[in-house]
């Protein structure tokens, strides 16, 4: 069995900065890319940023300059820092990871509960 957890999700001013953790734990092999989405209600979710094994990144248009994610592949966590947060940065944020739970699987997509962002004055 595998877990995805986040952490870090808060009430922050804007122009404030948040970091968000997402540790997968439990039965796993290999983990590839990790990434963070967010959703607001009414909306589709959104490609936030995603960082590969070998540490390559991408960004949605909306994030970049203001957010960089991390990863620590020796304990299988994804970062984001978030700076110069925006009151339009409010939303549910997800973190997914794609992995395999042994030699050969093929990599699924593990999704966490989502921790709240909220940034207000």
């Known amino acids: 069995q595998v877990h995805v957890v986040e952490s870090g999700g808060d009430l922050v001013q804007p122009g404030g900065s948040l970091r968000l953790s997402c540790a997968a734990s439990?039965?796993?092999?290999?983990?590839?890319?990790m990434a963070w989405y967010r959703q607001t209600p009414g909306k589709q979710r959104e490609s936030v940023a995603d960082i590969t094994s070998g540490g390559s990144t991408n960004y949605g248009d909306s994030v970049k300059g203001r957010f960089t994610v991390s990863r620590d592949n020796a304990k299988n966590t994804v970062y984001l820092q978030m700076n110069s947060l925006k009151p339009e940065d409010t939303a549910v944020y997800y973190c997914?990871?794609?992995?395999?739970?042994?030699?050969?699987?093929?990599?699924?997509?593990?999704w966490g509960q989502g921790t709240q962002v909220t940034v207000s004055s």
């Open positions: 997914n990871a794609r992995l395999s739970t042994y030699s050969g699987d093929f990599p699924q997509d593990y």
């Open positions: 439990g039965s796993i092999f290999r983990v590839y890319t």
